[in-house]
């Protein structure tokens, strides 16, 4: 009976040791993890920040804003409006109109379903999206965080600028899914870009949106297009 009870204690032990092992290999790994999704965040954070992409701040077509990038100057934009009490800078206006012409031309139906944005209006989404979360059960920093992948930060968003729009279907004569692909296919003819694609929402902050186009000029747009890159890697590109 000794020598079982010698052995059962024995085996209790390793088996301490074991689970004990099994522990620091995660609680390491978990470490390990979060320090590279920081290395990843700064990384991004070195590569996109306003003193090394913002040079050409004249350019206004290509002043990059995102989360790490707030907006340094009021804009001195002219705003048009585009129909349904949303306006835009005056300047892409023939732009957005001669895409949104021939889009109607082939049977799509697209609308500017949300256009320039004061700084107040920004505040107002961005409440309520992180209300939303909550009401979801998430803690307030969860909340916070959810909600700066789908609502940018005031001062932060690209709306402020007035040459951003959120573009969706009349819910009419089209749906959604296809005014999404042909602006996937055509934007960037008439100087747009898909501001946010599926594939970089790691370097540009925001979750995949569809329906949220930028003006950049047909030049820019074009080469963002075939390369199939976004804003942020090209404008790091062009200052190196």
Known sequence: MARKSRRNQKRKKRLRLFFILILVSYIFILGHMEINRRNVENTYHRLFHVD?????????????VNKWN??????????????KGQFVDERIYPYLQAMFDDARKKGIYPIVASGYRTQEIQQSIYNEKISAFKAQGLSSEKAKKEAELWVAIPGTSEHELGIAVDINADGIYSKGSEVYEWLANNA?????????????????????????????????????????????????????
């Open 70 to 83: 707030p907006i340094l100057t009021p804009s001195e934009m002219k705003l048009t409006e585009v129909g």
């Open 188 to 240: 960037h003819r008439y100087g747009f870009i898909q501001r946010y694609p599926s594939n970089k929402t790691d370097i540009t902050g925001v979750s995949h949106e569809p329906w949220h186009y930028r003006y950049v000029g047909e030049k820019v747009a074009t080469e963002i297009y075939n390369q199939n890159i976004c804003l942020e890697e090209y404008i790091s590109y062009m200052n190196k």
């Open 52 to 64: 090394s992409v913002n040079k050409n701040e004249d350019d206004w077509s290509l002043v990059l």
